[in-house]
């Protein structure tokens, strides 16, 4: 059985959940709350920035010249691309360095960003690649289950047009089959790590849009009444 089709099955809540979530039916609606989606566009600036390195990192350890070329293709496609209409939509929303530096990282996207780098540090090139596909196959199928109707909020229609197009299908089609086959190619162990890997990274995707959505922040932690810090 191809890899797509055994990930796919493991994952149904978190993928069927992303596509519902009040994060994105409102976004395409038009009613989400304009600081949601400010707070979600910083967080997601940071995640971006280690999405393209990680894959910098696997272009360097690959040894498949396929997978080299695609990652390198892919971080210099973010560069372009996704990074790219980031930064306008910071300039848009007048979102500057200084509203960036006084943003926690908020807990989720850290640990989705650090579960990543795990994959390539404890793991090999095939199992952090099968862990970086989720995010964008599913931005990919949200965008085009979106464009199916317009957003009134002409941002937020931008950023639904950013993963519609179907040029965007056919380079998330091209990944799919690398992943598929680079499971064909790798040994059992390698294979329960890349399944292990797309899993945890769907969850974390249907977490980041719960954190945007609450505004999450890392908990304050408490001192015992009457206690001293140390």
């Keep these: 059985m191809k890899f797509s089709k055994i990930a796919r099955q493991q994952v149904v809540p978190?993928?069927?959940?992303?596509?519902?979530?009040?994060?994105?039916?409102?976004?395409?609606?038009?009613?989400?709350?304009?600081?949601?989606?400010?707070?979600?566009?910083?967080?997601?600036?940071?995640?971006?920035k280690h999405f393209s390195h990680l894959y910098t990192l696997i272009a360097k350890q690959a040894q498949e010249p396929e997978l080299k070329a695609y990652a390198e293709q892919s971080a210099a496609?973010?560069?372009?691309?996704?990074?790219?209409?980031?930064?306008?939509?910071?300039?848009?929303?007048?979102?500057?360095?200084?509203?960036?530096?006084?943003?926690?990282?908020?807990?989720?996207?850290?640990?989705?960003?650090?579960?990543?780098?795990?994959?390539?540090?404890?793991?090999?090139?095939?199992?952090?690649i099968a862990g970086m596909l989720p995010c964008p196959w599913l931005y990919q199928e949200v965008g085009q289950y979106l464009a199916q109707r317009q957003s009134p909020v002409p941002i937020y229609q931008r950023w639904i047009e950013t993963y519609s197009g179907d040029e965007n299908a056919d380079d998330q089609q091209?990944?799919?089959?690398?992943?598929?086959?680079?499971?064909?190619?790798?040994?059992p162990t390698e294979q329960q790590q890349m399944i292990a890997a797309f899993r945890i990274s769907t969850q974390m995707e249907y977490s980041f849009w719960e954190m945007a959505y609450r505004l999450e922040v890392w908990p304050k932690g408490r001192i015992?009444?009457?206690?001293?810090?140390?």
């Design 77 to 128: 496609g973010l560069a372009a691309g996704e990074l790219a209409v980031r930064e306008d939509f910071f300039e848009t929303l007048a979102i500057t360095d200084d509203e960036v530096a006084a943003t926690a990282i908020a807990p989720t996207a850290y640990h989705y960003v650090s579960h990543m780098y795990r994959q390539l540090v404890e793991g090999t090139p095939h199992v952090a």
């Design 224 to 230: 015992a009444d009457g206690a001293k810090p140390r």
């Design 174 to 187: 091209a990944a799919v089959a690398l992943v598929n086959r680079l499971y064909e190619e790798s040994t």
């Design 14 to 48: 978190y993928w069927e959940g992303s596509l519902s979530h009040p994060f994105l039916t409102e976004l395409q609606d038009g009613t989400l709350d304009p600081t949601i989606f400010r707070f979600y566009l910083i967080q997601d600036a940071y995640y971006l």
